[in-house]
């Protein structure tokens, strides 16, 4: 960079250094904005391109960006990505060598770096602040700044000290930059780093290329097996509550082919390193974690995320989905739901040590998150909605807009199905009352002498399957509850006390799964797209031109090639994106290169003439 930074236009910087044709959403207002010398809060998605917000601005002023960052191990990505971009970065973390932090002091005192990255104990700690002269700083980026709120899930007491900036550098911008979107955790932010005199830019939450597909519980293993068939070869995240179920799904997969490894606070620092290394390197590694496996996997092409237990609540459902498709291309968040889950998250709610208060926000949280499930229409609106967005159409990329349900007036067998839970005494769990509802002859049905009650096999109409639908249903509508403390089974909830249901005077509209088991249906698969290519799908904006997946295979096998001779994950080399793009334009000149997206002057300097003799068929 030896052009005069002051002087660079964004839109300028954007091109020539990251190759990319326009900012995105509210990315030019905000870099504009920081240019001119504006501090501001970014709330942002995951995906949405926070980074480049802090990047070309300190590419256009003048002095050194300091960027605030809690993960070591992210630090070096982002430094990784940006050298490749021809930009002067360096980090300064705990995990270094004495040289190396030396060199890196070299460097900033000479004004030889755009970016430095390091961790806010870093920052604060010792006489940093004293060593970065006041007319040598370009702006501070504050990245993950939730950390700063005592109400989020991932309160960092460094950050609180963070507001020290701004006594000390009074002139110099701060942006601030957060995925969570709740109102309590930005307001904490704009006070505890004292933003309040600044902007706030927000972009839509929506992630418009993740697909929601809502299943009903079943046979789990079974159910996630039949999903991940149509991902094999894909990098994804399995969410599971517990460790045990979190080894016990690993090896499952594993047993079925698939390259999967688990992740949770129990395991050895080590063995969760490797596996998170495997997973950022590898292309096609599932890793089955509890939540301990979160913040910082900034992977771009997780392809799925799939739920095989509630999460927490919608905030974390949101968070931990998010994780999928970064890069905008084609991405699934699965996830099974069923009644049962829910009076064991209640469980853990009431026995938890929280305070009264407290446990009055968890169980909204979870109401929340069972309304999410149980909603009958389309699951990104009822999302959004949550986070205070209205989308004004159905989205047309969930399992509610994909397989409409029919609704149907299920009066009658509501009806019964009280009834039975009622003569049954109110104890039992869903499945003993279905099971008498179909006329079940097993020992314990015989014993209890059920199959004498008037109730039993007079739900015949509709399957396990719907009977079970419709118990969740109902639980979510109130007609249905947990015993307190009873271990799974039901009694009539309060809508059922109030409401005329029973007595027939109500009519009752909902929608039923088909008959049968769980059946494979449509939309399973994220946009189609050919399983040639060991996970690459077609992007939306490319669907109507041919993608040759053999193309695509050998641009990933070149870029394997060199992100292992370069010791860096491939996706710093070039994201699934670029190599799409490369292979439904085919550019045959160095020119034509330059037009693809993410491929700016240093790329194309150093691969251009490589990925041009790939395109032509060579070996590169
Ligand atoms: P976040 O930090 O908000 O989760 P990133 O900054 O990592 O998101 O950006 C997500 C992806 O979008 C990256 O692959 C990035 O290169 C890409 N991206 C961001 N802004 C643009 C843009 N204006 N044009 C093209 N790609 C972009
Ligand atoms: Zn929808």
């Known amino acids: 960079m030896t052009s005069p930074k002051a002087s660079r236009d964004p839109t300028l910087v954007l091109r020539e250094v990251f190759g990319y044709g326009a900012f995105r959403g509210p990315q030019e207002a905000i870099v504009r904005h920081v240019v001119a010398g504006g501090s ?30 809690p993960l070591i191990a992210l630090m ?12 002067r970065a360096a980090a300064l973390n705990s995990a270094q060598s004495a040289e190396a932090s030396q060199a890196t002091w070299r460097a900033l005192s000479e004004g030889a770096l755009d970016l430095l990255y390091m961790s806010p104990e870093r920052l604060i700690g010792g006489d940093l602040l004293e060593r ?39 002139d110099v911008p701060r942006l ?5 979107a709740d109102p309590r955790t930005r307001e904490e932010i704009l006070d505890r780093l004292d933003l309040r005199g600044g902007a706030v830019f927000t972009a839509s939450f929506d992630r418009p290329n993740i697909r929601y597909m809502l299943r009903d519980k079943g046979e789990v293993k079974a159910q996630l097996l039949e999903f991940l068939a149509s991902h094999r070869g894909e990098a994804g995240i399995v969410y599971a509550r517990s460790r045990s179920r979190v080894e016990s799904f690993a090896r499952d997969l594993v047993a079925a082919g698939f390259d999967a490894v688990p992740y949770h606070a129990g395991l050895e620092a080590e063995q969760r390193a490797r596996a998170l290394d495997r997973f950022r390197r590898d292309s096609g590694v599932i890793v089955v974690a509890t939540i301990a496996f979160g913040m910082g996997i900034d992977k771009p092409d997780v392809r799925f995320v799939a739920h095989v237990d509630l999460p927490k609540s919608l905030e974390a459902y949101y ?23 829910v009076p064991q998250l209640r469980r853990f709610i009431d026995d938890s040590s929280a305070g009264e208060e407290q446990k009055r926000i968890e169980h909204g949280k979870l109401e929340s998150l069972i309304a999410f499930s149980e909603a009958a229409g389309c699951r990104r609106q009822v999302l959004l909605r949550h986070f205070g967005e209205e989308l004004a159409e159905p989205c047309g990329n ?53 199959d004498q009650l008037s109730v039993h096999g007079i ?8 009977w079970r639908s419709l118990v969740r249903q109902l639980s979510a509508l109130g007609y249905l509850e947990p015993v307190p403390g009873g271990k799974g089974g039901l009694q009539l909830g309060r809508e059922a006390l109030v409401r005329p249901l029973l007595r027939g005077e109500a009519s009752l509209e909902l929608p039923l799964p088909p008959p049968g088991r769980e059946q494979r249906r449509a939309g399973e698969r994220a946009h189609g797209g050919g399983g040639g290519t060991g996970g690459l799908q077609r992007s939306q904006a490319f669907s109507d031109v041919d993608v040759d997946e053999e193309l695509v295979a050998a641009l990933k096998g070149w870029r394997r090639e060199q992100a292992r001779q370069q010791g860096v994950p491939p996706y710093v080399v070039f994201h699934d994106r670029t190599l799409l793009e490369l292979a439904a334009r085919r550019p045959a000149s160095l020119d ?29």
């Open 40 to 69: 501001a809060l970014v709330l942002m998605p995951t995906g949405g391109g926070k980074s480049l917000c802090y990047q070309v601005p300190a590419l256009c002023r003048a002095g050194t960006a300091v960027v605030v960052s």
């Open 76 to 87: 070096q990505d982002q430094v990784e990505g940006l050298r490749q971009f021809g930009v």
């Open 319 to 341: 968070q931990e989905t998010g994780r999928a498709g970064r890069d905008g291309l084609p991405a699934v968040a699965w996830m099974v739901h069923g009644a049962g889950d």
């Open 459 to 466: 739900g015949r109409e509709l399957d396990r399957g719907q």
């Open 592 to 620: 034509d290169l330059a037009g693809i997206g993410g491929i700016g002057a240093a790329k194309l300097e150093r691969y251009g003439a490589s990925l041009l003799a790939v395109l032509r068929g060579e070996d590169g």
């Open 398 to 450: 969930c399992d509610g807009c994909l397989e409409p349900r029919e609704r149907l007036d299920l009066r009658v067998p509501a009806q019964k199905l009280l009834s039975t839970v009622y003569r049954t005494g109110q104890r039992f769990g869903a499945a003993h009352v279905v099971d008498v509802l179909l006329g079940g002859s097993g020992e314990r049905i015989r014993q209890l002498g059920h």
């Open 176 to 180: 601030a930059l957060t995925a969570t």
């Open 132 to 170: 970065l002269a006041p007319g040598t700083i370009a702006l501070f980026a504050i990245d993950e700044a939730h950390c700063v709120s005592q109400w989020g899930h991932d309160f960092r007491p460094e950050y609180l000290q963070l507001g020290q900036l701004v006594e000390r550098f009074p």
